[in-house]
């Protein structure tokens, strides 16, 4: 496998595709090419072609989620659902850029599987083990998505500036379909440069998840407050980010047997980070 390290943007989109892969920290990319899940012949190393650093409002899509969390520009949304993701050392290499495009942890996926996201015909998870899966958009795939991150940035209405357009974070992610069965938008050359994160009048990001440190979300829940308007945004409930409007939107859940609990965690949540902002 070959190694690339190219010098600017244009010339990182012009070496993806065909075999080439955008590599970051690689803390998600890596494992997966060890383990077979993906296949590439030349990675794309973002250091130099991807902004880093946060200015205002606009983050760099190779800033580290360990900077974001520190950063008294970065709303507190999130601040703390960077703060709450993986480990510190997992931190200190994952960018925001492969945060928001990390693949799914569904271990029926990850352990190959042939199901529907792999492009089979049945989702294992459903009528397996699922307790970690979906309660939102489960017909096909139940898997659940894992970033804190993109439910805060989702929460904030931030906007995403690729190489080639701007589009919002709640664009960014669609539910896969027989036709497409990826959860991002973008293109497979296409990189995300940069982020625009509005600054809201208060903020915060709530987890519920098996261990104190170190756990994917059960459930996520950002909010933030612009002046009377109070947005959410969900992580582990959907194959994508998810944004409800309040706890009402969860009677619309359509929970599988085994993810029934985290509707009850949901809103609870809900309440709860209502009440803090
Ligand atoms: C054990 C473990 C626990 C974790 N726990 C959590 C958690 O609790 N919450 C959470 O939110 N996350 C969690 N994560 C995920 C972690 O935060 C991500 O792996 C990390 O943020 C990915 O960033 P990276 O720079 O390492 O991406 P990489 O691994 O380098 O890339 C990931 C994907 O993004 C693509 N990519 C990278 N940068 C760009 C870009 N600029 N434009 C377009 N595509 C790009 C790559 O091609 C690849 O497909 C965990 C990961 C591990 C391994
Ligand atoms: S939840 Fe999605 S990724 Fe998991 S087995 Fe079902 S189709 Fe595959």
């Not at 590439?40 to 899509?61: F, S, Y």
């Not at 098996?210 to 009377?228: E, S």
Request: net charge neutral; hydrophobic share 45%; with cysteine.
């Amino acid at each position: 496998m070959e190694l690339r390290r190219p010098p600017d943007a244009q010339h990182a989109v012009a070496a993806l595709g065909n075999g080439s892969l955008a590599l970051a920290g690689g803390t998600d990319l890596v494992p997966l090419l060890r383990d077979g899940i993906v296949r590439a012949d030349t990675l794309v190393h973002l250091a130099d072609a991807v902004p880093r650093g946060i200015d205002g409002t606009r983050i760099g899509a190779g800033t580290t989620l360990a900077e974001l969390e520190v950063d008294p520009q970065v709303p507190a949304a999130l601040r703390e659902a960077c703060a709450q993701a993986a480990s510190p050392q997992l931190r200190s290499m994952g960018t925001i850029g492969g945060n928001l495009r990390q693949a799914t942890r569904c271990w029926y996926w990850r352990l190959r599987f042939p199901c529907w996201l792999h492009g089979g015909e049945v989702c294992h998870a459903k009528a397996g083990q699922h307790r970690e899966h979906a309660i939102f958009g489960n017909e096909r795939c139940a898997s659940a998505h894992p970033s804190d991150p993109a439910a805060a940035l989702l929460a904030l209405g931030a906007r995403v500036r690729t190489d080639r357009r701007e589009l919002s974070v709640a664009e960014l992610y669609r539910l896969p379909t027989d036709e497409s069965r990826d959860v991002v938008v973008l293109a497979p050359d296409e990189l995300v440069l940069e982020l625009d994160v509005p600054l809201p009048d208060a903020s915060v990001y709530l987890k519920a998840m098996d261990r104190k440190k170190w756990a994917f979300p059960l459930v996520g829940v950002a909010a933030a407050r612009f002046g009377d308007r109070v947005a959410f945004g969900l992580a582990g409930v959907a194959p994508i980010p998810w944004a409800v409007d309040s706890a009402d939107d969860l009677d619309r859940a359509t929970p599988l047997p085994g993810t029934a609990y985290k509707v009850q965690i949901a809103r609870a949540l809900i309440a709860r980070a209502f009440s803090a902002l």
